[in-house]
T-cell receptor
């Protein structure tokens, strides 16, 4: 049971380049999330997916797109990277039902856009 | 909109002592969940403790406990017998039934020998 996995762990992009961050979970969770973490800002929600086939915008969605490929996988795409997207990106999935158990996070991807 | 405020950007405590981290939140909802997450230098987000708003009893997990004051919208974390491995960023988070987690900006805790 690997939990939530993310690839890559580190990435450097030039302004204007594109890339996709991959996330997968093996806990059979329906809900999955993408957050970004910037210094002094805590974690902010980019997009989330309440179930396979559905996605919704979070607090900071501009410049990103997502795909919920299947129940396990939820990818985040930067079509044209900008320096303002330099951040650490976390994917998470959530236990549902009564007694919410909190979200389980991947190890994060540190992205630098030059 | 829900907001989560952590008013202590940095704190320090000596090993074996007790420290309390503060968190307040704002919401108009009645059913919600509160969490404390720990983020050590490894960057991994680790769930420390959770509290359901409908439960009056304060949650406890080993050396970690909370003081949940629903009327005051306060959710503080107490760490007893602090250990060097407790050095980390600590984030308070709020989860309603409608949405994802709202995080505070974090408190950096340093445990010194």
């Amino acid at each position: 049971n690997a939990g939530v996995t993310q690839t890559p762990k580190f990435q450097v992009l030039k302004t204007g380049q594109s890339m996709t961050l991959q996330c997968a979970q093996d806990m059979n969770h329906n809900s999955m999330y993408w957050y970004r973490q910037d210094p002094g800002m805590g974690l902010r929600l980019i997009y989330y997916s309440a179930s396979e086939g559905t996605t919704d915008k979070g607090e900071v969605p501009n410049g990103y797109n997502v795909s919920r490929l299947n129940k396990r996988e939820f990818s985040l795409r930067l079509e044209s990277a900008a320096p303002s997207q330099t951040s650490v990106y976390f994917c998470a999935s959530r236990v549902e039902g009564t007694g919410v158990g909190g979200q389980y996070f991947g190890p994060g991807t540190r992205l630098t856009v030059t | 909109a829900q907001t989560v405020t952590q008013s202590q950007p940095e704190m320090s405590v000596q090993e074996a002592e007790t420290v309390t981290l503060s968190c307040t939140y704002d919401t108009s909802e009645n059913n919600y969940y509160l969490f404390w997450y720990k983020q050590p230098p490894s960057r991994q987000m680790i769930l420390v403790i959770r509290q359901e708003a409908y439960k009056q009893q304060n949650a406890t997990e080993n050396r970690f406990s909370v003081n949940f004051q629903k009327a005051a919208k306060s959710f503080s974390l107490k760490i007893s017998d602090s250990q060097l491995g407790d050095t980390a960023m600590y984030f308070c988070a709020f989860h309603s039934t409608l949405y994802a987690l709202n995080f505070g900006k974090g408190t950096s805790l340093l445990v010194t020998p």
